[in-house]
């Protein structure tokens, strides 16, 4: 006798971040109300990533709490790719300053000829 397993509910969350403190969750939702909040952010144009674990993290937060200090990285860098789709740039942003980034990895080579 087999098992029919229920999908998972569909969650989502929204987060609102003043460029200044840590972003804080607006709001959050399953099933209809996640489709509400979807629904709303495309109205608006606002970029939209989907990662069901990182949703599944953030929708423990209360609403009005703060990002986690352990998911600033990977929210900041979803937050600048959003930026960057719309054109976008930080205040004080300045293109040609110098990066603290990890360099990217040398290309690889065949064997030698």
């Known amino acids: 006798m087999s098992r029919k397993t229920q999908p998972e509910p569909r969650q989502a969350i929204a987060l609102n971040y003043d460029g200044q403190s840590a972003p804080v969750l607006s709001a959050k939702g399953d ?3 996640a489709e509400a909040i979807l629904a709303i952010a495309r109205e608006y144009e606002v970029p939209i990533y989907e990662n069901a674990e990182l949703v599944r993290l953030l929708a423990r937060l209360e609403l009005g709490d ?3 200090e352990t998911l600033y990285r990977c929210i ?3 937050i600048a790719f959003a930026w960057y789709l719309q ?6 942003f300045d293109p040609d300053a110098e990066r603290d980034v990890t ?3 040398p290309l690889l080579k065949g064997p030698a000829n």
Request: overall charge negative; cysteine-free; aromatic content about 0%.
């Open 31 to 33: 099933d209809e109300l």
């Open 87 to 92: 054109g976008k740039t930080p205040a004080g």
């Open 103 to 105: 360099p990217p990895l």
């Open 66 to 68: 703060a990002i986690p």
């Open 76 to 78: 900041a860098e979803i």
